[in-house]
């Protein structure tokens, strides 16, 4: 069982997910965690307290999701990191879909919050078409972190009852990326 912060913090980043950022108070994490109210209160005294630690679990969830969703080492080619992306991207959308909500239910509250995981995303990307030998690694990157934050976006709204084919995006990420 989780401690009572990692439990109240995940109850906020469900919260977040399920109402936005406008419904994130002390309140709605004690009901949502299912504990007596005040106790959110007591562990973040400020919503600006409560929402810097929620920012720092996500960070801290979206690093074991890299991990659990990572290979053990670089990709061989491009087909495997494009395998690769096309399985990060529907672990985001599916089981995994309301970290997602919250994520960009805080991108859009607070954007420098999410900047430097992006940055992070988007450098990894560069340096593993680098190794790959894919010509103008920096744009390739952008581009292959652009349409996955579309894909995600789109199949959270428009697309949520359809089943995704990670063959059709892994086929994109390798346009994308020239081969």
């Known amino acids: ?22 419904g994130l108070t ?8 299912q504990v007596a109210q005040g106790t959110t209160s007591n562990y973040y005294r400020s919503r600006a307290t409560l929402v810097g630690a929620v920012l720092e679990r996500l960070l801290e ?22 395998n690769q992306l ?11 879909a309301d970290l ?19 940055f992070r995303l988007v ?9 790959l030998g894919v010509p103008d690694p920096e744009a390739r990157a952008r581009d292959v972190a652009d349409y996955g934050d579309g894909v995600l976006l789109h199949l959270l709204t428009v697309r949520r009852d359809e089943d995704p084919d990670p063959k059709a995006i892994a086929a994109a990420v390798r346009r994308l990326v020239g081969n």
């Open 86 to 96: 096309a399985s990060l991207v529907l672990a985001l959308a599916g089981r995994h």
């Open 123 to 131: 450098g990894g990307l560069r340096q593993a078409l680098a190794a």
């Open 26 to 33: 002390h309140r709605a994490v004690d009901a949502e965690a």
């Open 61 to 82: 969830l979206d690093s074991a999701l890299l991990a659990e969703q990572g290979p053990a080492g670089p990709p061989k080619d491009v087909e495997e990191l494009a």
């Open 1 to 22: 069982m989780p401690d009572r912060r990692t439990q109240l913090l995940d109850a906020a980043l469900a919260v977040v997910a399920d109402k936005g950022m406008k």
């Open 100 to 118: 997602t909500r919250a994520r960009l239910a805080l991108s859009l509250d607070k954007p420098e919050s999410v900047t430097a995981g992006h």
